[in-house]
C-alpha cells in the first residue's frame, strides 16, 4: 500500500471540479463546503456522486433522502471555493459576507458556471470519507468557464489547440 504523501502527490495531478455544495439544516440556516470530488454517475437515473470528510459539519445535514444543491463554480469564483473550504468554530457560519439566494429550498450562490439540486439516494463507505449518491431533480448550466483545481492551485478549461 502507497503512503498519504505518495497518494497527496499523485492526485494532485488530477483535475477536479470545484464545487460548493449546499444545504439548509432543520432550523432554516444555510451549510455549504467546498466539494472537489463531484462526477456524473448515471444517466438513467441522473445520479452524481461526491465524498466528504466524515469530520465534516455539512455530513449530518445530507442523510438520505434530504435534499443537496451543487453548486459549480465558474473561474471567476475562486474565493467562494476559498471561504467555503475552512473551517468555522463557534456560531460563525460560512455564508456570512457571501451573496447567496435561495433556489428549490436551497442554498444558490449566482452567478455560478452551474446548479444541480437532488435528493441524497444514499451513503457510500469510503475510508475516511463518506460517498454520497444524490438523484438529481433540476439542473442549469451556463457557458462559464469552470473552475478546476490541480497542481494545489486552482485554474480553468482550455482547449488545445489542433493541429493542422
Known amino acids: 500500500m502507497i503512503d498519504r504523501e505518495t497518494f497527496t502527490e499523485l492526485m494532485s495531478g488530477v483535475c477536479a471540479p470545484v464545487t460548493v455544495v449546499t444545504a439548509t439544516t432543520a432550523d432554516g440556516r444555510p451549510h ?5 470530488s463531484f462526477a456524473s454517475l448515471s444517466l438513467d ?29 465558474g473561474a471567476h469564483q475562486r474565493e467562494l471555493a476559498s471561504t467555503f473550504a475552512r473551517r468555522r468554530r ?21 452567478e455560478s458556471a452551474g446548479w444541480t439540486a437532488g ?12 460517498l454520497l449518491v444524490v438523484c438529481l431533480e433540476e439542473a442549469e448550466s451556463t457557458s462559464a468557464a469552470p473552475l478546476v483545481y490541480a497542481r494545489r492551485i486552482f485554474g480553468t478549461h482550455a482547449p488545445l489547440a489542433v493541429a493542422s
Open 90 to 110: 463557534g456560531s460563525a457560519s460560512k455564508f456570512d459576507g457571501v451573496t447567496w439566494t435561495v433556489r428549490a429550498g436551497l442554498p444558490h450562490l449566482p
Open 119 to 130: 435528493r441524497v439516494e444514499r451513503h457510500v463507505d469510503g475510508g475516511d470519507h463518506v
Open 45 to 73: 437515473p441522473p445520479l452524481v456522486s461526491f465524498a466528504l470528510d466524515r469530520a465534516s459539519g455539512l455530513l449530518p445535514c445530507l442523510q438520505p433522502g434530504d435534499r443537496v444543491g451543487v453548486n459549480i463554480l
Open 32 to 36: 455549504g463546503s467546498t466539494v472537489s
